[in-house]
């Protein structure tokens, strides 16, 4: 079964409205992340975690929070949601025993901000 | 700039076909890793194969393998005797020390897409 799950995996929002993305990992990782995907980019790093109660910016930021609640769940808040922030969301976990562990990812959630 | 560079944005091969896929990239790290990561249809993204920079073992995985040219800063997956099922998005990523700490960063990423 898929240690990596991301709720919803589609979403519709308007712009202004509050959009909360969710992650739920059991590989047991300390490292969890949150990527966009957009074409013409790869996969941008916008917040990541290494462990409970902590959250970390990563390259792109702006826009969004992030809230790491437990070592399982990681959650990616849009407070204010942007038709700009219309993308592909991957959540991803890694080990941080091992420095140069792969990530493992979700499935991915299509978000559309009209 | 961008420090990860897959030049060929989409490919295309038959079935039974060998491919190999690009990627450059840049670091000032003595120590590093690379991944490829192929972005399923489904919408999944899954892990392929990993090149340690420390490594000069040419890695290999099922019918995946590298081509790591370390001076070159060049790194290539090479897919033998392609399947449909090999259709999809393929990304590099380099896997250094940051000023933030250790990040992946992300190639744009190769479409292929492999005909019966």
């Known amino acids: 079964e898929a240690a990596v799950t991301q709720s919803p995996r589609n979403k519709v929002a308007v712009t202004g409205g509050k959009v909360t993305l969710s992650c739920n990992q059991t590989?047991?990782?300390?490292?969890m992340y949150w990527y966009r995907q957009d074409t013409g980019h790869g996969l941008r790093l916008i917040h990541y975690s290494y462990g409970a109660g902590s959250t970390e910016k990563g390259d792109i930021p702006d826009g969004y929070k992030a809230s790491r609640p437990s070592q399982e769940n990681f959650s990616l808040i849009l407070e204010l949601a942007t038709p700009s922030q219309t993308s592909v969301y991957f959540c991803?976990?890694?080990?941080?025993?091992?420095?140069?562990?792969?990530?493992?990812f979700g499935p991915g959630t299509r978000l559309t901000v009209l | 700039a961008q420090k990860v560079i897959q030049v060929w944005s989409t490919a295309s091969r038959q079935e039974g076909e060998e491919l190999t896929l690009d990627c450059s990239y840049e670091?000032?790290?003595?120590?590093?890793?690379l991944f490829w990561y192929k972005h399923l249809l489904s919408g999944e993204m899954v892990f392929l194969i990993r090149?340690?920079?420390?490594?000069?073992a040419k890695e290999r995985s099922g019918r995946y393998s590298v081509v790591f040219q370390k001076s070159l800063k060049s790194i290539s997956l090479v897919i033998s005797a392609l399947q449909p099922d090999d259709s999809g998005k393929y990304f590099c990523a380099l896997w250094e020390l940051g000023d933030m700490g250790y990040k992946l960063t992300f190639g744009t990423g190769t479409s292929l897409l492999v005909d019966p």
């Open positions: 590989n047991n990782h300390n490292n």
């Open positions: 670091t000032s790290q003595v120590l590093y890793h």
């Open positions: 991803a976990s890694g080990d941080a025993r091992t420095v140069y562990a792969e990530q493992f």
């Open positions: 090149q340690m920079s420390s490594s000069t």
